[in-house]
């Protein structure tokens, strides 16, 4: 038994989330808020056999691409508290951080 952890970006949780229904694989879906860009995200929780590990990873990768978005810098101030309007940069969201561990026991009650 595995356990992966799926933290992709809002916009493409939806669609994996459908993906996971029609395939028959259970999940749990997590709001949760990213640290870098302070934008939402879905953290899916999902316990496989290990025979379906390679089969929910290639569902992820297939459901949660990549993709560049311009985003504002958050407004800083310097020492005469004067404002500094930053330009937009270019940033790489979405795609899918996973990480696959080892379960020791599983229950379901």
Do not use: H, W
Not at 60 to 84: G, H, K, W
């Amino acid at each position: 038994m595995k356990l992966i952890l799926a933290i992709v970006q809002d916009k493409d949780g939806n669609r994996l989330s459908n993906e996971f229904v029609d395939r028959g694989i259970r999940a749990t879906k997590l709001s949760t808020t990213g640290g870098f860009l302070k934008a939402g995200n879905t953290t899916f929780i999902v316990g496989v056999e290990e025979a379906r590990v390679d089969e929910v990873l290639d569902i992820i990768r297939e459901n949660c691409s990549a993709r560049e978005q311009y985003m504002l810098p958050p407004t800083s101030f310097d020492v005469s508290m004067e404002t500094n309007f930053p330009y937009p940069v270019e940033v790489e969201v979405g795609g899918a951080t996973v990480f696959v561990m080892p379960i020791e026991q599983f229950e379901r009650f």
